[in-house]
């Protein structure tokens, strides 16, 4: 293998990085979801920052697993950091991440966490606020007459929504 | 053991104790979007656990790992809140058909993420960066599990008179171990003088002002509390914490240093 310097390595391993997919969603990639946080040279070496978007993701093992595998295929060395702070929020996810992620059935986030919940708010207001319901269109056929059916779905990070037109249920990714 | 490993400790007992008393509902829920929201609640609390756990091993330095801490501790040294061992039941009648009362389980759920919103805003800006961090990201999800338990308690409350009586029932029966959270205690004292915790006592106007709030749309009425407060806080617990580490504990001391 020839010897790679430094900013090569970096920027080869974001190459690499760039199209991994998220093991849950594998319409969209870590980078796009927030996930993959910055890659660096570290003191010792390379080091890919990830971090987790809930407590608990049980895909971050996996995502950890996967980074190793895609560094060592593309004949990089290098070690992952999980960090958490900032926390993750879906503000972070691209444009075109949501519209992957629509195209896909999951409805994406329907509006900007900083500006629901600005620091200092108190968390009775904001409670008020979240019971609100919120207008989702569906993914499949853009109705925005739907309902929620659970506020938890099949992963931390999704709701159970249906929708009373085509009455088909679906995913919605919730604003975090 | 230094202040800082105490309150973590604290801490991380809270968030796996309830977890596990959570995840009973896995394959019982009332319903299946209700099984599916204590799981992913249960994760949350599990994933809060085992950050704090880490930290704390972190802190402790020597052999500490958060699998030792949350596996091969015994009832003593547990540092939980009583409530939150409690089964999801209050005292059973001789022909009981179940031992799970699921509006036990959300009346729980809403006293604690109550308290819990509170602690974590306030946690935020903890001494400790790392517990800042945790804190921060522990804050959104207890957010959702309060929405989520108060959402129920309104619903249960306002609903029929079998669903009003059962969680008034529950209320009354719980109301009382919250005491514990408002008594002081040397290790929470400790870490409040090092700017690492939060002084819990401060919170109870907020705390009451989300309670009532919730507890009024949900026309129940707020128990009395008094007579001896609870010290799972102390590693004083209820006989129902050993059965819940048993079951927690014993494939991980059957297989100790067991890895797949």
């Known amino acids: 293998m020839n010897a790679v310097i430094p900013s090569d390595a970096v920027q080869a391993a974001w190459a690499a990085l760039e199209a ?32 987790p978007t809930y407590s608990g993701c049980p895909a971050m093992g996996q995502i950890e697993d996967d980074v190793r595998a895609t560094l060592q295929a593309a004949g990089l060395q290098g070690r992952v950091i999980t960090q958490l702070a900032p926390a993750w929020t879906t503000d972070w996810m691209s444009d075109v991440a949501r519209e992957k992620l629509r195209v896909y059935g999951i409805a994406p986030p329907q509006h900007r966490c900083a ?18 319901p919120e207008v989702v269109p569906c993914p499949h056929c853009g109705s925005s007459h739907t309902v929620e059916s659970s506020h938890f779905g099949s992963t ?6 249906k929708c009373l037109d085509c009455q088909e249920p679906f995913d919605y990714f919730k604003p975090y | 053991m230094s202040a800082t490993a105490n309150y973590l400790l604290h801490l991380a007992d809270n968030a796996v104790v309830l977890g596990q008393r959570n995840a009973e509902w896995c394959g019982h ?24 756990y880490q930290q704390a091993a972190t802190e402790l330095g020597g052999d500490a790992t958060e699998d030792r801490l949350a596996y091969f501790r015994d009832v003593p040294e547990f540092r939980n809140y009583t409530l939150l061992e409690l089964p999801h039941h209050s005292a059973l009648v001789g022909y009981a058909k179940s031992d ?7 009346v729980r759920n809403f006293l604690y993420s109550a308290l819990m919103v509170l602690v974590w805003e306030r946690l935020q800006q903890s001494k400790d960066e790392q517990l800042a961090a945790i804190a921060a990201k522990s804050l959104k999800e207890v957010r959702y599990h309060l929405r989520h338990s108060r959402d ?25 171990y919250t005491q514990e959270f408002w008594t002081g205690s040397s290790m ?5 003088a090092t700017g690492v915790g939060v002084d819990v006592a401060a919170l109870k106007s907020d705390w009451d002002a989300l309670v009532d709030d919730a507890l009024q749309e949900a026309t129940l ?18 006989e129902h914490l050993g059965f819940l580490l048993s079951e927690m504990q014993g494939l991980a001391r059957a297989h100790p240093n067991a890895s797949w």
């Open chain 1, 20 to 51: 991994l997919a998220d093991p849950e969603i594998p319409v969209v990639s870590l980078r796009e979801l927030g996930i993959l946080r910055d890659v660096r040279q570290g003191a010792d070496g390379l080091e890919v920052v990830i971090t």
């Open chain 1, 115 to 132: 500006s629901q919940a600005p620091a200092g708010e108190s968390p009775l207001r904001f409670v008020r606020q979240a019971a609100r």
């Open chain 1, 156 to 161: 931390a990070c999704k709701a159970l929504y």
């Open chain 2, 29 to 52: 829920g009332p319903a299946i979007e209700e099984d599916i929201a204590l799981a992913n609640v249960s994760l949350d609390l599990i994933g809060q656990a085992r950050l704090l």
């Open chain 2, 100 to 106: 799970l009362d699921y509006g036990t389980t959300i």
């Open chain 2, 152 to 176: 129920w308690l309104v619903r249960l409350g306002d609903g029929t008179d079998e669903s009003h009586a059962r969680v008034q029932a529950a209320l009354d029966h719980l109301m009382p």
């Open chain 2, 188 to 192: 929470e004292a400790a870490a409040v």
């Open chain 2, 221 to 238: 009425v707020r128990p009395a509390v008094g007579g001896y407060v609870t010290q799972g806080k102390n590693g004083l617990h209820s």
